[in-house]
């Protein structure tokens, strides 16, 4: 199995532009047209602060696991179904899109269907990110103060 190399840090210059409830749907990858019409979408869509936004990651408040995430690439939204595992990490994890290492809020593990044959396969890939997809706060946050006598 092939591993994709971990992602660096979140670009500030790749901020989500605001975008309807219309192309949130048509953006999803790996989501049928019925997983495409029963998403709700996040309720604050029209106050959310896109000019911080890295990315628009919401759990949908109707299906407790299931959350979305939507990102630019190449200037064009694509938005991803995840599923969130029923187990949570033993450990104290650290989430993989922000890397913070002051963990305001829980990291869960999170799945998503591959888009195409693959994914109709049942082939999935998962990642542990912030449970609130507050990533993009995150990540903008200064450093923390190193310890006294460091």
């Known amino acids: 199995m092939r ?5 660096g840090p979140v670009e500030s210059d790749h901020t989500v532009l605001p975008i309807s409830e219309k ?3 048509s953006s ?3 989501a049928s047209r019925k ?3 029963d998403l709700t979408p996040p309720a604050d869509l029209d106050a959310r602060p896109w000019d ?3 990315l628009l990651g919401w759990q949908d408040p109707r299906l407790p696991k299931r959350s979305y995430v939507v990102v630019p690439v190449d200037g064009e939204p694509v938005g991803v179904l ?3 595992a029923d187990a949570s990490p033993r450990r104290r994890a650290q989430c993989a899109w922000c890397a913070d290492v002051r963990l305001p809020v829980d990291v869960v593990l999170v799945a998503a269907r591959l888009a195409g044959p693959a994914g109709r396969g049942g082939d999935t890939v998962g990642t542990l990110v912030c449970e609130d997809f507050s990533c993009s706060a995150n990540v ?3 450093p923390p103060l190193p310890y006294e006598g460091f």
């Open 35 to 37: 997983e495409r019409a």
């Open 28 to 30: 999803f990858v790996n």
């Open 140 to 142: 903008r946050l200064d």
């Open 23 to 25: 192309t949130i749907r």
């Open 3 to 7: 591993r994709a190399p971990a992602p």
């Open 52 to 54: 911080r936004l890295d």
């Open 82 to 84: 995840l599923r969130q």
